[in-house]
């Protein structure tokens, strides 16, 4: 463990001294002498501390609460040529790696696109850094190496402050002299304590194995005991001899030490019959399965399939052999085909598209950087993966057709005729725009289809057009302002063309295929700006290509709600590749995922892509053991328990959010290479709030509620959907008078589709007057690491925030104070809106407006997490959501970050809780009866005292509530 590591991770960027070693080095700096000028968002000292070249280091603290904390050099020598690396060492105390980015400019660069950007890791303790000059490259051409003209290093946004030790900065030729090499700072030798330590845990580890052995031998179930042994090997003999768990051995040995100790214990009460044993199912054959409704089925169960058992498949990417292959079902029930596009970034080279891209220069896109990027069709400049020749694709021409075509005819053998596949990815993470001459036809051809005349198209577009042949004009996201409403029928078009193309590539598999369920898309954009831009269009891909949903989920549950509602819970869902952390991966099962593949388990660190070891489970920095044995523990239990599990997401919800299309599609033009736009960042916040309201919350579209699907509910939420289509808000408002209860929050129901003003809160008697609006931090726009897309982080910051105390109404008791903090509109109001809260100021706060039979709340100021949760509590209980079971804390009140449902079953009824804390939390459970037992399902069936059942942080229960005694 006393051993640096070279890695070309970070330079650090510095002025230059003016020796040099043997004309090998140029010392840059070494911090000896003071003559270095530095500026930046930074606190910076010369000490003594971890200097690795002369007596001295620079050390360099990166505060939290700046945007971008960093240091810059005053002045740097220009010249490099001749050199053909950047070094330098590195101290980083803090524990764990951090990640920075280094910029670099020469007499060119201009901006962000102009430059040399990379973003690096580094480990924690020391690191011999190494950037050779060669990669310093700003997209396509080569840095000047004469004419440097500035260097910097920063962080983006860090959460906490984060200290680094810079020294011996330099330039290096060829083999470099040990005396110019800065000197390795060793870590001390591993303490008595820790050592002992370590010893136990190996001593346990001991005793566990030989149980195990016996277990076996008598025929026990061993496997979740094994899940101990599994976890022992990582922090025995793996991740003690990494970097970044330096210094970090007494927390992996004690873990280890205590995991076998229990697994031994829980083995041998089992064994001796003081303890249930667990029995799980023998991993599935993915060949006896198939499609039964909205989840896997063995085909062998007898009855309508409709009536089967369901199965839940749970798999871990990039695994194949050894004890994993007991926990993870095997990843051979889809297969990624590309048949979207024809070809991958991978394999371009070896496919029609690529003689057909040489040879037909229709096949080209015309596409501009600016707009994003090639979303996988196929790949350009700065794809990851693959060959380095772009080959970005229009999807128009016949060309292509013809080559896709040609591709799926040649390659569907691979996955038709493989009984163990059952869904046929066409593309996931895609993105698709193009400008050619055929685009502009098909948009004329669509704007016709869609407004008739083109009288139509001029009275909404505010133009003059003779005919729909004079419209030339294809905007692109700077142009978005020019014309909003013509902006706006661009990206419906561009989302018309992608599901057509998706449709075309469905019918051609079916052709040679009938068998596999299709699959495409890129659920991330559901909830981003560039929705329209991407051209995925979940809701109609779902209807009109999916028959398997593909998701991918992160921590949040919230895109998987979103897809089980577009499809009415009707369709399979599959997660091909979950980036969530352990804690998410049963609630997006219980939210309605009907297969997972998470990322990852690799056999090895990477050493290409150092910051891929983040998110592996075996060697992260940041995933703890006890998440691994949770990760293997949910592996069994989601076969043990996939029918019961299964039972939650069909259980129909009486609450919704509100999925405006207006507003997905109609972003302001400020907004739209960001990562998130108002109405997006409210809809998150108002989603998380309402997990906590002991039922289901699911969505409803646009497109669901022309459909008149709002009677199903009894609570709907509109989340400053500012942009709504007329007859969607006829449909809400017709909700309300026939009974139902809506909550508005600010900026909704102001423009429809076309970015016209509409009058809907004056029909409900408010009238706004005034705004203060948050500070809507926009990130430096940078290209993503990995799919290379261009975004921009958003975020809400200097909210305006009000003390909010109720004053009126049966909604909350008066005196009731809340929190507001978001969008604050001052309003005033008619004798068709009742004030209900004020702020502190006297200011009308929620409105209520009662219509025929219902009601609407207007928030004139977003409310935290707490208090809309809170509101959205007491709205339900008023609207008459049923709720015959409820979640709160074992001392009293709610907490809204427990999240519980309900289902009831013929014997009782069955649970769930998540505690979306960051500490662990005592629930109690009122149940509508008395209850004759309550068994813990995930710990082999040990009795619950529903008054008080703790739940750890990011964990899951699941439980059974018996109105009989067991027997």
């Known amino acids: 463990m006393g051993h640096a590591k070279r890695l070309a991770v970070l330079p650090a960027v510095l002025y230059i001294a003016a020796w040099a070693f043997a004309g090998e080095v140029k010392v840059l700096d070494d911090f000896e002498d ?20 002369g007596e001295k280091a620079f050390k360099v603290v990166f505060e939290s609460g700046v945007k971008y904390p960093g240091i810059e050099a005053a002045k740097i020598d220009s010249n490099w040529r001749g050199y053909d690396a950047l070094r330098m060492d590195v101290f980083n105390p803090q524990g764990a790696p951090i990640g920075v980015t280094v910029r670099i400019d020469d007499d060119r660069s201009t901006g962000y696109f102009s430059r040399y950007n990379g973003e690096f890791l580094l480990v924690n303790g020391q690191t011999f850094v190494e ?53 390795e700072i060793l870590s001390g030798p591993e303490s008595g304590e820790v050592k002992a330590l370590g010893e136990e845990a190996i001593a346990e580890r001991r005793r566990l194995e030989a149980l195990i052995d016996v277990a076996n031998e008598r025929g026990f179930g061993t496997l979740e005991a094994n899940i101990a042994l599994i976890t022992a090997d990582l922090g025995l003999d793996a991740r003690p001899k990494l970097k970044w768990f330096a210094g970090r051995e007494a927390e992996l040995y004690d873990y280890v030490r205590r995991s076998c100790e229990t697994a031994y214990d829980v083995l041998k009460a089992r064994m001796e019959g003081r303890k249930p044993t667990c029995h799980v199912p023998p991993i599935y054959n993915t060949a006896a399965l198939e499609f039964a409704g909205a989840h896997f089925a063995e085909k062998e169960t007898h009855g309508p399939s409709a009536h089967k058992a369901p199965v839940l498949l749970f798999s871990m990417l990039y695994h194949k052999k050894g004890p994993l292959c007991e926990y993870f079902t095997p990843i051979d029930y889809f297969a990624h085909t ?27 896109r015309v596409w501009n950087d600016d707009e994003g990027w090639c979303g996988h069709i196929v790949r350009d400049v700065s794809s990851l993966g693959g060959g380095k020749e772009p080959l970005v694709v229009c999807l128009e021409s016949p060309h292509t057709k013809d080559a896709i075509r040609k591709y799926i005819l040649d390659n569907a053998a691979a996955w038709k005729d493989n009984p163990h596949v059952h869904a046929n990815i066409l593309g996931g993470e895609l993105s698709y725009i193009c400008y050619c001459r055929r685009t502009l036809d098909m948009f004329r051809a669509w704007l016709k289809e869609k407004h008739g005349r083109i009288e139509h198209l001029n009275d909404i577009w505010g133009t003059g057009f003779k005919s729909f042949g004079d419209i030339v004009v294809m905007p692109n996201a700077k142009q978005a302002a020019d014309n909003r409403a013509r902006w706006f029928d661009w990206q419906a078009f561009n989302c018309r063309r992608f599901v057509d193309h998706a449709a075309w590539a469905k019918s051609v598999i079916r052709e040679v295929d009938t068998r596999v369920g299709v699959s495409v898309g890129a659920v991330a954009y559901s909830f981003k700006s560039g929705f329209g831009r991407s051209g995925v269009d979940e809701e109609n891909l779902i209807r009109r290509v999916d028959d ?48 997972m593949a998470m990322w990852y388990w690799p056999d090895k660190p990477s050493t290409d892509f150092p910051h891929f070891n983040r998110t592996a489970l075996p060697f992260s920095w940041e995933i703890p053991l006890s998440d691994v044995a949770e990760c293997l523990k949910i592996a069994l239990d989601v076969r043990r328990l996939g029918s019961r599990i299964a039972a939650f997401p069909a259980v129909r919800s009486q609450m919704a959010i509100l999925y405006s299309r207006a507003s997905m599609l109609q972003a302001e033009p400020e907004f739209l290479q960001v990562t998130d736009t108002p ?195 007491a709205a339900a209980e008023t609207a008459g959501v049923g709720r015959p079971v409820r979640f709160a804390l074992a001392g009293g009140g709610r907490d809204w970050r427990i999240e519980g449902r309900a289902v009831e079953t013929a014997g009782g009824t069955l649970l769930y809780i998540v505690n979306h804390a960051n500490e662990p939390l005592d629930v109690r459970v009122r149940l509508p009866y008395e209850a004759a037992a309550v068994i813990d399902l ?20 699941i439980l059974a509530a018996t109105k009989e005694p067991l027997s």
């Open 34 to 53: 003071g003559r270095i000028k530095w500026r930046g968002s930074f606190r910076g000292s010369i000490v003594a501390q971890y200097a690795t070249h």
């Open 679 to 873: 109405y997006t960042m409210e809809t998150k916040r108002v989603y998380d709030a309402m997990l906590g309201l002991d039922a289901p919350v699911r969505f409803v579209s646009s497109l669901q509620v022309r459909e008149g699907n709002l009677g199903r509910y009894r609570l709907i939420v509109v989340p400053a959907a500012k942009y709504v289509f007329d007859d969607v808000a006829e449909a809400v408002f017709k909700f309300v008078r026939d009974g139902g209860t809506v909550i508005m929050t600010p900026e909704s129901f102001l423009f429809d589709e076309y970015a016209r003003k509409r009058p809907h809160l004056e029909r409900m008697g408010i009238t706004i007057t005034g705004r203060e609006m948050p500070e809507f931090a926009l990130g430096e726009r940078r290209r993503h690491e990995y799919l290379q897309e261009f975004i921009r982080r958003a975020s809400a910051r200097d909210l305006p925030r009000r003390r909010i105390e109720v004053v009126a109404g049966d909604v909350l008791p008066g005196g009731t104070v809340l929190q507001g903090a978001g969008v604050f509109q001052r309003v005033e109001s008619s004798d068709k809106a009742v004030v209900i809260a004020r702020t502190a100021e006297g200011e009308p706060a929620v409105l209520e407006v009662p219509l025929g039979k219902g009601r609407i709340y207007y928030l004139a100021i977003g409310l935290v997490g707490e208090s809309f949760n809170a509101f959205a509590n």
């Open 338 to 364: 590309h048949s979207f596009a024809g070809a991958s970034r991978y394999d371009a080279e070896r496919t029609p598209l690529y003689k057909a891209f040489h040879k037909y220069a229709d096949t080209h």
């Open 131 to 183: 950037i050779p000059l060669g990669r310093l490259r700003a997209g396509d051409r080569a840095l000047d190496l004469s004419k440097i003209r500035l260097f910097m290093i920063f962080m983006s946004s860090p959460d906490r402050d984060v200290t680094l030790y810079f020294d011996n900065l330099r330039l290096t030729k060829g083999s470099e002299p040990p005396e110019a090499a800065g000197r």
């Open 548 to 595: 398997v949903i593909l998701n991918e989920g992160g921590r949040s549950t919230i895109t998987t709600d979103l897809l089980w509602s577009l499809a009415d819970g009707k369709k399979p869902m599959l997660d091909f590749e979950y980036h969530g952390d352990v804690g998410g991966i049963l609630p997006h099962f219980i939210h309605g995922n009907t297969a």
């Open 938 to 957: 995930r710990d082999t069936w040990r009795e619950v005292d529903l008054s008080s059942i703790p739940v750890a942080p990011g964990r899951t229960r």
